[in-house]
């Protein structure tokens, strides 16, 4: 599910679980694997972060939510807040390129990441509440950091996803870019630059960088992430999701 490559002190992690590199719990597990493996490797110094094929991730894998209780999705939001945390404070740059789609957990995983690089076509947002839900991998505290909370609140409240140009704009992605070739060749040149210093400095960098996560904020989305999926709304968003149908809310 998640392709490993390191080559002249840059290591490639590629989501690869069709369709659309949707976010199992299985997916995030190898994730979380992928990074004990980069922390072994001395050599490593800069993290690429892409997704097979058309997308970067269009979300949270929604069938697998169907069949768990409020107590393993509140449990699923804690672990899945540890791991997303773990990249937000690692110890070398971890950069997302964006490209299709980072929609849902997509986008929460493309925000811990330290650079997001987007093509200006990507669609990119939180539309959770089309479901009926709400997003649960602190996907409003980072989106809020990012953007501010008046337009964090409007994409999280609408559910309207934005583009790749207009999230340079606001400041979510560092640059946006006409193709994925271009997008590309920007990430290697990059990573190429960062991985040409030492070690220690990238690390130490890093470290100073690295921000306090605000526990008491995760715990509580835990709790609502966990409780809202036996709401009767979310039932039917997630029913009318798998049916190809619009939700009928109350």
Known sequence: MIDMVVNNHICTLTLNRPKANALSTELISQLNDKLDAV????SIRVVLLQGEGRFF??????????VRS????????????????RIDKFKVPVIALIKGAALGGGLELA???????STTDAKI??????????PGYSGIRRLKSYIGTAKALEMALTGQPIDGLQ????GLVTKAFQTEDEMMQYAIDLSAK?????????????SVSAEAIDGNSD??????????FETENAIEGIEAFISKRKPDFK
Not at 39 to 42: A, K, L, M, P
Not at 167 to 170: D, P
């Open 39 to 42: 922390e072994s490797d001395e």
């Open 57 to 66: 991730s269009a979300g949270a894998d929604i069938k697998e939510f169907t």
């Open 70 to 85: 409020a107590a393993e999705l509140e449990q699923q939001s804690r672990d899945t807040h540890v791991i997303f945390n």
């Open 111 to 117: 925000m811990s990441c330290h650079i997001r690089l």
């Open 125 to 134: 947002g939180l539309p959770e509440i089309n479901l009926g839900v709400m």
């Open 167 to 170: 999230a340079e704009e606001r």
């Open 194 to 206: 960062i991985a040409s210093y030492s070690t220690d400095s990238i690390r130490g960098i890093m």
């Open 219 to 228: 715990e509580i989305e835990a709790q609502l992430f966990g409780r809202i």
